[in-house]
């Protein structure tokens, strides 16, 4: 097989990708082979690839490959989400564009655009993936609204809603407005912002006069009052929410607010009066001690129109404008509404006074520029204490091991303080929520099918008709989905004696990012055991957030997140994966800087050219020289221990460590060492052969080092591979086992005494440059009293270009020494250096460390800073100090020696 002179990985990836595909390399069946199972963190159907995917995905190709070559039945399954609440906003923006509303179309109108937009986009993503080298068994792509899939999600809500463990009820929601839909506690993310604090007033309704008004200022009341009378202040950052205001509250206990005791007070603008209650839940210490309670608009508000049976007015619609139960503003937006009302209540004298306010505000995750609104609603939800009771267990035991550990604790307080999960969302697209209404009170019956809803309702009213029956409109969140995943990929909701549930799971890794431990990982664990009784993964490998090198999480918005893809097109499928690895330390943020892209593909260069090198050999049948024989002896060892140092690294899930362990492997120690001692020699300018031995164990090592490194980067490596020897047709690295033994103790030893040889080797090369001495020329190197390293002159010899090796007493005059641990060694330089030149260079040192060491000595002599400055800071000038003072005696000894040699 002819190699091109340069890589070129355009054509390499797209060649080796299909060889793939066409030989099913990553197919799976279920045989007697141990199984390694992962499935995708299904990605937006929609979506297209960016960073995180980038890094999530080269993560779970590594170890699945990986997997494979360890002799494993390797199975990654991929699939994609249908993301309601995304894909319905795409679709909606869509139909806006051509002039239609959603809600101008029937439902199943509605879902053929949908399907269509589905269709159309659905598989960017996972074709992206192929770019990336992602060995996923293609024909086992699953769809979360697919057949088998919506089947299982509606046999498990109607199981959960026989057990008791889902309900309906009117519940105060997080909404969102853009997309007019419910979401779950965990889909809210909360910004800090710069708000207002308004003090409104709350004057006293009949309050005429207070005819003990000293006798309650003296009890520590603080009485508001101007010329239009009595008042309470209460301080609120939502003055549009005052429509809806049904009752004031204060703490029974506080003494300021005595004063308010059974009185009724006006809201502002609007003009009801409303009663003044009493209840510990507010905060004596927090603003004036008086609060206004808006039972339809805030959580905490809600339950005290509960407690206090006050009256509900939802002042917002859908959408976040006014509603029409709101006196004034009606049809308003929400935010507008909030700058209106302040100036009309500062136009009415109705404001005491606005201060500058940080607070935390809740933003939709799906749509961040929406802030979301607490609502009202009649919702579907899951009773989530039993499933905390059954998941937080094996996650607290390490039966599911979570890299790194440190999200156990967020896990664990996460499950400690639970909620009930909101699974219903306003939308069309999704699955739609199997429950049956069968009369006009609202009664309804929960089933798999209309058919099986239409039974269970004649069984309580025998007169009901199929024309009766009403499905809810709603679909389930899509979580509700995903958290079947591991599960319903193998069918094992319909078909829980399936030999693939039983053979594939529990899954073995789940890579993903630590944003989603609550929406997706710990929903996992629970249908996990809810549903099949066992964990639905054993270690789950969080990453971090890809920011750029300035720290900064990527976004479109601040335009600086690469497109994956012409990241690959400019630097290769290997150098991208190579440079994501290189900066992606386990549940640690990755500062992503294009540069390790670079470095990736220099590294691609590095072994396309080792490569040629070795190939481009000449080979005879001769002696093995003795530096040969060393090398190999000692690569052969390092091969083994850097194994034995991946086997622990991916052990411990510190993938990044490893890929530099093998990259340092293959650069440092094969390329800049192993072959440089093994390299025929050139004479008269001619290359000469390499002896046989030599040259299949360099071959031998290529193989072991291009397995080592497959994984990471699988494109070059197959293509070298497939070079390396005669292959047939459908052979690949992909199905090649990497197995070495483990080294021995004389191996240890030997690699250990290399890289003592290494040091000598860079000390007679240090003084080359040091004396300006030409490669070329030929050195002789005393070894000063003995020479411990005498079994490796051969290759000492060899790498430092010497003449002879002598073990002298003392050393010669003219010698450049250097040290070895303990050991002296020197190099004897006679006549090869100008003695003139030598001296005046010397001189030169010399004069430029007496001026530094004056400098050192005149701060040591000033008082003052001996006995103000750090303790530190002196020691560090002492040491200054007597290093000068060495370095200058050593110098005046090497120029008196070099001047008696003149």
């Known amino acids: 097989m002819e190699l091109a002179s340069k890589y070129d990985p355009k054509e390499v990836e797209s060649k080796w990708y299909q060889y793939w595909l066409d030989h099913k390399m990553f197919a799976s069946k279920p045989d007697s082979r141990q199984p390694y199972t992962i499935v995708i963190p299904p990605p937006n159907v929609t979506g297209v690839l960016h960073m995180g995917h980038m890094l999530n995905n080269t993560i ?93 999600v509606i046999k498990v809500f109607v199981d959960l809603y026989n057990k008791g463990l889902i309900y309906r009820g ?3 929601v997080n909404w969102d407005p853009k997309a007019l839909t419910a979401l779950s506690t965990e889909e809210v993310i909360y910004r800090e912002e710069k708000s207002h604090l308004f003090h409104l007033k709350y004057y006293v309704d009949g309050l005429v006069q207070l005819d003990n008004q000293a006798e309650l200022e003296e009890a520590g009341n603080i009485i508001h009052k101007d010329a239009k009378g009595y008042y309470a202040v209460v301080a609120t950052t939502r003055p549009e929410t005052i429509m809806g205001d049904t009752a004031m509250c204060i703490n029974p206990k506080d003494p300021k607010n005595q004063w308010l005791k059974g009185r009724k007070v006006i809201v502002p603008l609007v003009g009801r009066v409303i009663p003044v209650i009493e209840d510990r839940y507010v905060d004596i210490e927090f603003g004036t001690g008086c609060l206004k309670v808006t039972p339809a608009h805030d959580t905490n508000d809600y339950m005290l129109g509960k407690t206090h049976n006050l009256e509900t007015i939802d002042i917002f619609n859908a959408d976040g404008t006014i509603s029409e139960q709101s006196p004034l503003y009606v049809g308003m937006d929400r935010f507008d509404c909030r700058k209106q009302i302040a100036k009309d209540l500062q136009a009415a004298e109705l404001m005491e006074r606005i201060e500058d306010y940080t607070n935390k505000v809740g933003y939709s995750e799906r749509n961040p520029d929406t802030a979301i609104e ?167 490998y969080f990453t ?88 190999v002896a000692w690569f052969d060892a390092k091969l083994k221990m850097v194994n034995e140092e991946l086997q622990d690294l991916f052990s411990k899930y510190r993938i990044s460590e490893a890929l530099m362990a093998v990259y340092k492997l293959f650069w440092d120690e094969f390329s800049s060492w192993y072959l440089e001692m093994v390299k025929p020699a050139y004479i008269n300018g001619v290359a000469q052969a390499v002896d046989r031995t030599t040259f299949d164990a360099t071959l031998r090592f290529f193989d ?30 992909m199905r090649e086992c990497l197995t070495l033994a483990t080294p021995t103790d004389s191996e240890r030893k030997l690699a250990d005494d290399i890289e003592q040889v290494k040091q000598i080797v860079s000390g007679v090369r240090m003084v080359r440059n040091q004396k300006n001495i030409a490669p070329k020329e030929a050195l002789e190197l005393q070894a000063v009293g003995a020479n411990n390293y005498a079994d490796y002159n051969a290759v000492i010899t060899k790498m430092a270009n010497l003449s002879a090796i002598n073990v002298v007493t003392e050393k010669d005059a003219t010698a450049s020494a250097f040290m070895v641990s303990t050991d002296e060694f020197a190099v004897p330089l006679g006549n090869m250096i100008d003695i003139d030149a030598e001296i005046e260079k010397q001189e030169a040192q010399l004069k430029h460390l007496e001026g530094f060491l004056a400098g050192v000595i005149k701060k040591l002599s000033n008082e003052r800073f001996v006995a103000n400055a750090p303790e530190a800071v002196v020691a560090l000038e002492r040491k200054k100090q007597s290093d000068s003072e060495e370095k200058i005696a050593a110098l005046k000894e090497s120029i008196a020696t070099l001047k008696a040699q003149k």
Not at 124 to 144: P, V
Not at 581 to 599: R, V, Y
């Open 60 to 152: 779970q190709d590594i170890l699945v490959r990986r997997a494979r070559m360890e002799g494993k039945n390797a199975c990654w399954v991929p699939g994609t989400d249908h993301a309601s609440i995304a894909t319905e906003a795409k679709v909606v923006k869509k139909l806006a564009e051509q002039g239609i509303k959603k809600h101008d179309l029937t439902r199943d109108e509605f879902l053929k655009h949908a399907w269509d937009w589905t269709d159309e986009h659905g598989g960017i993503i996972l074709k992206q993936l192929r770019r990336l080298g992602a060995s996923c068994d293609w024909d086992r792509t699953a769809f979360t609204m697919d057949e088998k899939r919506s089947k299982s």
């Open 170 to 172: 009117l519940r105060m």
């Open 374 to 540: 607490p609502r009202l609603s009649l919702q579907w939800f899951l009773r989530m204490q039993h499933f905390a009771d059954i998941a937080l267990p094996p996650v607290m035991n390490d039966d599911i091991k979570f890299y790194p550990t440190k999200y156990k604790t967020t896990y664990k307080n996460w499950l400690e303080n639970i909620q009930d999960w909101c699974i219903s969302r306003q939308l069309w697209w999704g699955h739609r929520i199997p429950a049956y209404y069968y009369n006009e009170e609202g009664d309804f019956v929960v089933a798999e099918s209309r058919e099986e809803a239409l039974k269970l309702a004649q069984q309580k009213n025998p007169s009901v008709t199929d024309a009766d029956l009403r499905q809810d409109e709603d679909a389930l969140d899509t979580w509700f989905s995903s958290w079947l995943w591991p599960i319903s990929l193998f069918d094992g909701i319909n078909n829980p004696q399936s030999e693939e549930l039983a053979y594939y799971y529990p899954t073995a890794d789940l890579v993903t990012g630590p944003d989603i431990i609550f929406f997706w990982v710990a929903r996992m664990i629970m249908a996990g055991y809810e549903y099949v009784g066992k964990m639905p993964f054993k270690h789950v």
């Open 544 to 631: 971090g957030i890809v920011r750029d090198k300035l720290g900064r999480k990527m976004s479109k918005s601040l335009g600086n997140s690469p497109d994956p893809i012409e990241l690959i097109e400019k630097f290769g499928a290997d150098g991208v994966r190579m440079g994501m690895m290189l900066s992606a330390p386990a549940g640690n943020d990755i500062l992503f800087d294009e540069s390790l892209c670079e470095q990736g593909r220099n590294f691609n260069n590095k072994i396309w050219n080792a490569f040629r090198l070795v190939k481009g050999w000449q080979v005879a049948d001769v002696e093995q020289p003795e530096a040969s024989k060393t090398a």
């Open 704 to 733: 072991t080092l291009l397995k080592m490194l497959h994984p990471f980067m699988p494109f070059i490596t197959e293509e070298l591979w497939q070079a390396l020897y005669e292959r047939k047709e459908g052979e690949s690295i």
